[in-house]
Nanobody
Framework: QVQLVEAGGGLVQAGGSLRLSCAASKRTFSNNYMGWFRQAPGKEREFVARITWSGSDTNYADSVKGRFTISRDIAENTVYLQMNSLKPEDTAVYYC???????????????WGQGTQVTVSS
């Protein structure tokens, strides 16, 4: 059973930064994509960023491009999401997930973490 555990959420003022982490229970993602998604109350879950486990390819939603950076530490089986210049509209529960294909569609991701709340105050 693969488990993903997010950490690093919290409350921050607009313009601030947070770094989220996603620790995998075992190294099974050598050929998979790791993604970050977010879901605000009353809204559909949306793609934020993804990365190949090797780190050779990344992709971002337009809304976070230039502000967020996804990275990974293979030795630690961990994926990170560095979030800078945060805005109130970034407020959501953030989830990490794993998929076997390079997709931005949350329905193609098989494994999910429990989520971590990010709240950005204005």
């Amino acid at each position: 059973q693969v488990q993903l555990v997010e950490a690093g959420g919290g409350l921050v003022q607009a313009g601030g930064s947070l770094r989220l982490s996603c620790a995998a229970s075992k190294r099974t993602f050598s050929n998979n994509y790791m993604g970050w998604f977010r879901q605000a109350p009353g809204k559909e879950r949306e793609f934020v960023a993804r990365i190949t486990w090797s780190g050779s390819d990344t992709n971002y939603a337009d809304s976070v491009k230039g502000r967020f950076t996804i990275s990974r530490d293979i030795a630690e089986n961990t994926v990170y999401l560095q979030m800078n210049s945060l805005k109130p509209e970034d407020t959501a529960v953030y989830y990490c997930a794993a998929s076997g294909i390079p997709s931005s569609d949350y329905r193609t991701y098989r494994y999910w973490g429990q989520g971590t709340q990010v709240t950005v105050s204005s």
